[in-house]
T-cell receptor, first 109, second 114 residues
Framework: QKEVEQNSGPLSVPEGAIASLNCTYS??????FFWYRQYSGKSPELIMF????GDKEDGRFTAQLNKASQYVSLLIRDSQPSDSATYLC?????????FGTGTSLTVIP | DAGITQSPRHKVTETGTPVTLRCHQT?????MYWYRQDPGHGLRLIHY???????DKGEVSDGYSVSRSKTEDFLLTLESATSSQTSVYFC?????????????FGPGTRLTVL
């Protein structure tokens, strides 16, 4: 069983819609969760991190964490073509980061 | 890229040759990491360093060695490159390994082993 699971996609949404990306993790002791965006041929860049159950909002991005169900999600409101990228979920159970394989998002103009 | 550079950015080499990748940071962060990224596997940790001359293995360390003689430089060496080491290699840094600390990535090195 992988530490972090993501639907690889591709996920396609029309411009202006809400994109919803999901991630589940296996280590119930995990306490910190990160979302990275990776454009094709580029390196991962941090979008958000979340530590507590509930929602955390930053501009058009909202991270949601549910530790009881062991999932974390990322919502992108008013999706733009520039949001087209692969989104990586990372989980830190305390000793190192574990990354999912990423979900590919395409925003259609 | 948070003051992180990697060199070379692209390299093509032949099986059996030694290869060294360099990561240089200007952030004075204590921790440095080497990851490889392959389709279907995501980012996997190769080695990491928690200070000058202090290193430890990650989950995919076989066939790789590292060295850190200065805070700002972390070298990854493939002693005898194999085709299975064809990958994109990313260096990352963090201030600490505390549960809430964040890792920032360099631009990556694309390595092809023929």
């Amino acid at each position: 069983q992988k530490e972090v699971e993501q639907n690889s996609g591709p996920l396609s949404v029309p411009e202006g819609a809400i994109a919803s990306l999901n991630c589940t993790y296996s280590d119930r002791g995990s306490q910190s969760f990160f979302w990275y965006r990776q454009y094709s041929g580029k390196s991962p860049e941090l979008i958000m991190f979340i530590y507590s159950n509930g929602d955390k909002e930053d501009g058009r991005f909202t991270a949601q964490l549910n530790k009881a169900s062991q999932y974390v999600s990322l919502l992108i409101r008013d999706s733009q073509p520039s949001d087209s990228a692969t989104y990586l979920c990372a989980v830190n159970p305390g000793n190192q980061f574990y990354f999912g394989t990423g979900t590919s998002l395409t925003v259609i103009p | 890229d948070a003051g992180i550079t990697q060199s070379p950015r692209h390299k093509v080499t032949e099986t059996g040759t030694p290869v060294t990748l360099r990561c240089h940071q200007t952030e004075n962060h204590r921790y440095m990491y080497w990851y490889r990224q392959d389709p279907g596997h995501g980012l996997r940790l190769i080695h990491y360093s928690y200070g000058v001359k202090d290193t430890d293995k990650g989950e995919v360390s076989d066939g790789y060695s590292v060295s850190r003689s200065k805070t700002e430089d972390f070298l990854l060496t493939l002693e005898s490159a194999t085709s299975s080491q064809t990958s994109v290699y990313f260096c990352a840094i963090s201030e600490s390994r505390q549960i809430r600390d964040t890792q920032y990535f360099g631009p990556g090195t694309r390595l092809t082993v023929l």
